[in-house]
């Protein structure tokens, strides 16, 4: 099926097409805005969508044939149709600025570091006390020997 039968089916007993429903042709019933028909018109004034189409004089409105439509879309290629993704793949149209966390982030470091530097001293000491400990019970709680050191 070619691009004119295409057209056709689209818009039944019409010669010529308006500039919105060159936009509905090339982006889609749903997806035809003011911005695109307004774009729609910025490329036919530039002579860029269909070369060689001129508006009739003293004609103030554009009226495309549909035979110059469909060789113009033949000649370029495939209309502009976006690609269908699955609804899960469509991008959002939010968009978030980048801020900057650079001192927010410094400052978390530091009590980071100062709380892992107070678990690692609480460690350390607890440590100390679990050696001195063992070395108690080992040892046992016998007194040193006193008396006289001898000299050698």
């Given at each position: 099926m070619s691009t004119l039968d295409i057209l056709r089916a689209k818009f039944p007993g019409r010669v010529t097409l308006s500039p919105k429903e060159v936009a509905q042709a090339?982006?889609?019933?749903?997806?035809?805005?003011k911005k695109r028909i307004e774009a729609v018109r910025k490329k036919l004034d530039d002579g860029?969508?269909?070369?060689?189409i001129r508006k009739a004089r003293g004609d103030k409105r554009w009226?495309?044939?549909l035979d110059a439509l469909a060789r113009a879309?033949?000649?370029?290629g495939r209309p502009d149709v976006a690609p269908l993704l699955p609804p899960a793949l469509t991008p959002i149209g939010r968009k978030t600025r980048m801020t900057n966390i650079g001192p927010r982030m410094?400052?978390?470091m530091e009590r980071?570091?100062?709380?892992l530097q107070s678990i690692l001293d609480e460690m350390f000491a607890?440590?100390?006390l679990d050696d001195?400990?063992?070395l108690l019970s080992v040892v046992g709680d016998r007194a040193r020997p006193s008396g006289p050191k001898r000299v050698l």
């Open positions: 090339l982006h889609g019933d749903a997806k035809t805005t860029t969508l269909i070369p060689g009226s495309i044939p879309l033949d000649e370029r410094t400052r978390l980071s570091r100062a709380v607890l440590d100390a001195r400990e063992i």
